[in-house]
């Protein structure tokens, strides 16, 4: 019996039996072009796009790819799409069965598949018995990513704007009183400069002129000197400060209110107008395939058993 498993009696068997084989492959074609049509199986057609992240900070050690697909990845933007499509009617699924979120879900992660390419690249696919909701599926999830990241970022500049704004104002009203008291200071005790007046009215007291005047305003800054300095330099920081909260205020107003994409589209999907599953001549080779090898096991044990008795 072993000798029929030798090549040479295989090539043998195979000739003897080679009508037999060529009316099994045959039948075993055609049954896998018949199953394989759209009578049986229903056809699906794919679309997919090529984008890369752009205007995207990186919050983690995570690349800027790896950041952009968890996001893609999300369960928001997956019920966000089965919101838009209506995906539970579009593939049968009720709301109202048990695990409805779980089939759900199985559907949309068999028909919608998004990876990174060694190149740092994002590949988005989606396959579908309609090629265009296909195309739009992938259209609806580089609109979604870009509005959910805008949304993170903006949520984030309004948090900046309410942080500094506080700040702001806190600083114009404490510019405001430290305003008030050296204007009290120069107004009521003409106290302006402290260099150029100590000078002035010294050479005035030695030259005998405005001596009650350059006695008071001298008296006024030896006793309200070391004062008027520390408001003063409280004044100058405040106005520093006041100007750095106003710039972040101001770019955070700006962020909080700009739009931009966040994708650079490489490769745009568009309706397929060639189907990609199923593969019908895989199909088919692989039942012939099959056959051939189904039925030359099966001639083998044929002949061996035969041979044997």
């Excluded at 039996?17 to 049954?31: C, E, P, Q, V």
Aim: proline letters at 3%; hydrophobic letters at 40%.
């Amino acid at each position: 019996m072993e000798s029929y498993f030798k090549t040479k009696s295989i090539f043998k068997l195979i000739f003897k039996w080679k009508w037999h084989l060529l009316i099994l492959m045959t039948i075993a074609g055609a049954l896998g072009a018949l199953f394989s049509s759209s009578w049986f199986i229903e056809p699906k057609f794919k679309s997919s796009a090529v984008v890369y992240p752009a205007n995207i900070t990186p919050v983690s050690d995570e690349s800027e790819s790896e950041q952009m697909l968890e996001i893609l990845q999300s369960d928001e933007i997956k019920f966000k799409v089965i919101e838009a499509f209506n995906l539970y009617e579009h593939y049968g699924v009720s709301k109202d069965e048990k695990n409805n979120v779980w089939k759900i879900m199985k559907y949309y992660n068999g028909n919608v598949n998004i990876t990174k390419t060694p190149n740092e690249a994002i590949i988005i696919t989606a396959v579908d018995k309609d090629p265009q909701i296909a195309s739009d599926i992938v259209d609806s999830i580089i609109s979604f990513y870009d509005k959910k990241v805008l949304k993170l970022n903006t949520d984030k500049s309004e948090e900046i704007v309410q942080i500094y704004k506080k700040e702001y104002l806190k600083k114009l009203d404490e510019i405001d009183s430290l305003g008030n008291i050296l204007k009290t200071y120069r107004t009521e005790y003409g106290m302006l400069d402290m260099s150029a007046q100590v000078k002035k009215y010294t050479e005035a007291i030695y030259m005998g002129k405005s001596l009650d005047e350059a006695r008071q305003v001298l008296g006024n800054w030896q006793e309200f000197g070391s004062e008027y300095h520390k408001n003063d330099s409280l004044f100058y920081y405040a106005l520093s400060d006041m100007h750095v909260s106003k710039v972040i205020y101001e770019n955070a107003v700006r962020d909080a209110n700009k739009f931009q994409t966040f994708t650079h589209i490489i490769s745009k999907p568009y309706p397929a107008d060639k189907k990609s599953y199923p593969v019908r001549w895989l199909i088919v080779l692989f039942s012939v395939l099959g056959t051939f090898l189904a039925g030359t096991i099966i001639i083998s044990l044929i002949e061996g058993y035969k041979s044997d008795k």
